[in-house]
């Protein structure tokens, strides 16, 4: 009789701790369905804006910015409520293509407004438009990214480069641009003249001039700063520019500029071919995809 007390006992005390296991097993369940419910709810919250329509923001996304770097101007610029939410909108939605360029957003916009905005790179509400031109591209790219980002052509590009009062304007507005840019020989008369960067217009009807315009106020700028250098070079302009395109191809690493440079010279001196191979890919318009490390 006595054993089968104990039994009975033993028995209700291993019940006792398995309902007490069940319990504490229920009690994390809950803890993590809380847990999940908070972190939705607090990354919903944090897709919201931060603030008022009345709010502008004026910030600007460098070219090449990871969306890490995005993200902190984003937070730095009081437009998001977290860096991470952002991170991991972007990541969901698989974003990668974001613009470089100047914006102006208002606080009331949703993380999803601001991607989409910074993906079109639609300043704010279409007061502006973002065009990024990469460097290192043959003029083939530009006239395809006008045609992309704009209301024109392709064939409006070329069209306007065939424009012979159009380019002798721009012999007589620029210093850097002389008569070798009409040389029959030369596919694109002013490939290597427009400046890569990011542009901002007021809108997708922006006309093919105007975008050049841009982009030779720019390398008119840069030019500016070595006038006298490249005025007692020897060389010309469109001389020098073709051989930083070639260099620029040549090259895998920015390191590898400066000895190439030396040894494309050193040839050119002793009139030697320059024996680079770039030069004929372009000869047979053969466009180069190297991928240089980042």
Known sequence: MEKARRVKSKHAAESSKGHGFGKVLLALFLIIILMAAAACAWYFICLGGTGTAEEEV???VGLGSSTDKIATILKDNGVIRSKEVFKIYVKLNKISNFQAGKYTITKDMKVPEIAEA?????????????????????FPYVAKTIAEKTNN???????LLKDKTYIDSLINDYWFITDEIKNTDIYYSLEGYLFPDTYSFDSKDVEVKDIFKVMLDKMEKVLNKY???VQTSGHSVHDILSMASIIENEAIHDKDRKNISSVLYNRLNVKMSLGSDVTTYYAFRVELRRKRPL
Not at 127 to 138: D, Q, S
Not at 153 to 159: A, C, G, I, P
């Open 153 to 159: 052509t392709e064939q409006d590009v070329y069209d």
């Open 58 to 60: 004026s910030f600007e």
């Open 118 to 138: 910074l993906q079109n790179g639609i300043l704010y509400k279409n007061t502006g438009y973002n065009i990024t031109f990469i460097e290192g591209k043959t």
């Open 227 to 229: 006038k006298t250098d």
